[in-house]
């Protein structure tokens, strides 16, 4: 991969990783390289989900297809419930949902069923034995996915605690908040 910018990697459920960039994305089987057809895409996330490897950019999601590796779908905000075209993180959660941050809030997608949550731009989450870490501009949100029923509850979110854009969020062994931001 070397000269080309990498700016999303993921595991597949046969340990091969998959990685993307600008319009570009590939895996580590062959490492043949994939364009997504419009050069202005930029690759932000990209997670296995239900048998199809998602890709998050700056002009929504795409699903590709993991057998074949041709795109299955783009979807957009004009032919689907996705709130904006820019996907900020993608998160593949315990029960096989789908979790996508955009500008917009954030899209839960269950099987067929798709909803919106909030209204701000979501930045980064993480789950651990409490549940999923949802991180807004001005807010963390902890939500109780145990039983499915996703119960919000604030957390209380340190001022100054993160500054610019959000590249990842985890929860440490001590129960410390770490972000990684610009």
Sequence with gaps: IQGRPVTAL???????????????????????FNYLKDPTVKINGMVFHMCS?????????????????????????????????????????????????????????????????????MEGIFENREGLWLLSEDELWNIDNIDKFNRWYRANLQEGLKKGKVNDIVIDSKDRLLIASN
């Design 53 to 121: 490897l998602w890709i998050g950019t700056n002009d929504g999601l795409y699903e590709i297809n993991q057998r074949n590796f041709s795109l299955s779908k783009h979807h957009s905000t004009k032919n689907s419930k996705l709130p904006d075209p820019q996907i900020n993180f993608l998160y593949s959660d315990q029960f096989d949902v789908l979790w996508v941050g955009t500008r917009k809030g954030v899209l839960r997608i269950d099987g067929d069923t798709w909803k919106s949550y909030e209204r701000q731009s």
């Design 10 to 32: 993921t595991e597949s459920s046969d340990g091969s990783f998959y990685f993307g960039g600008e319009h570009m994305y590939g895996n580590s089987i062959k490492f043949e």
